[in-house]
């Protein structure tokens, strides 16, 4: 599966929870006040993973967020916007009316400024019909073979799925995954992970034998190991890492500290003979954006110029 050095990353103007979303997405905690701490905290762990990610040898383009309209959630761009190695831009329908101002003509002015672009899929007129495809959140996407794994919800609706895939060329494997509450998981990159050559993914809470074997029979077909985590891991982000290969050609996994610090030996040691974990601390985001590592960049296959 192709990876990149290249990585787009919003640094928040004003991070905070979110109660448009919060009804979704059980990761979310609400917090005992909205003061501008959580932001500040947020603010720190954002340019300190940036800070790790340039030691790494990546390619960071930060765009500073704009404060109006508010945006508490414009720390993870992963969900209005994904690239393309053929120069496709795709622009996604969101669920939450307030985070539709997440797309910024400015940002992909700033992309066609570095790289080629030579078509831009917008798919955001599906808000309009109450059907939702969040990005990369809503699909886990295997690019060499063009899978698009997706959890369907109320953020991952079935019909825009199936636009994407008719539009890209990807084949559709969607599954139902349910929490302890049997509610549909928001977000397709919270249930798992696709490296090049594994995959990390809660298969407990996909309840149905037959997702269970179309994904097996998947990841089979595609060459990967399956690395298999628990709820509580998955609840600790586990599942929300990235794969990304710096400018020396090193593979790497981006994940956060409470994921990492989660993962048992064996599955440390399994992973480690694929990538080189990078954990970034990350605790204030998760807690009150309920996202993570992978939330929080949008990859960029584009060519440059």
């Known amino acids: 599966m192709h990876t990149t050095s290249h990585l787009l990353m919003v640094r928040p103007a004003a991070f905070g929870y979110n109660p448009e979303t919060a009804a979704t997405n059980v990761f979310q905690k609400t917090p005992a006040d909205f003061s501008e701490q959580i932001h500040q905290k947020a603010l720190a762990e954002f340019d300190y993973m940036v800070e790790i990610l340039q030691k790494e040898d990546l390619n960071v383009l930060v765009i500073e967020d704009t404060l109006v309209p508010y945006k508490p959630d414009a720390i993870f761009p992963n969900n209005w916007i994904s690239t393309h190695a053929e120069g496709t831009v795709v622009l996604y ?8 101002a997440e797309r910024r003509q400015d940002i992909l002015d700033t992309l066609k ?16 019909r109450n059907r939702f495809l969040e990005g990369t959140g809503s699909m886990v996407l295997e690019h060499d073979h ?14 825009v799925l199936d636009r994407f895939c008719s539009l890209m060329g ?17 977000h397709t990159n919270v249930v798992m992970t696709m490296g090049d050559k594994f995959v990390i993914i809660c298969m407990e809470v996909i309840k149905d034998e037959i997702d ?18 628990s709820y509580e891991q998955m609840k600790n982000f586990l599942g929300n890492a990235i794969e990304v290969s ?11 500290e409470r994921a990492y610090e ?31 590592a992978r939330c929080m960049i949008a990859e960029i296959f584009l060519p440059t110029l």
Not at 93 to 99: F, G, I, S
């Open 170 to 186: 990807y084949q559709n494997v969607s599954f139902q995954a349910v929490d302890e509450f049997g509610q549909p998981i928001y």
């Open 93 to 100: 329908p969101l669920q939450a009316p307030n985070r539709r």
């Open 246 to 256: 710096n400018n020396k050609g090193e593979r790497l996994l981006i994940l956060s």
């Open 262 to 292: 989660s993962l048992e030996d064996t599955q440390k040691k399994r992973l480690e003979t694929y990538v080189r974990l990078v954990p970034c601390p990350l605790n204030t985001i998760e807690t009150y954006g309920g996202g993570s």
């Open 113 to 128: 400024a570095k790289f080629r672009i030579h078509n831009v899929l917008n798919l955001s007129h599906y808000e309009n």
């Open 212 to 229: 269970q074997e179309d994904l097996l029979t998947s990841f089979r077909k595609m060459q990967k190991e399956v690395i298999k985590i």
């Open 146 to 159: 063009k899978v698009a794994f997706a959890n369907l919800s109320s953020r991952t609706h079935s019909e």
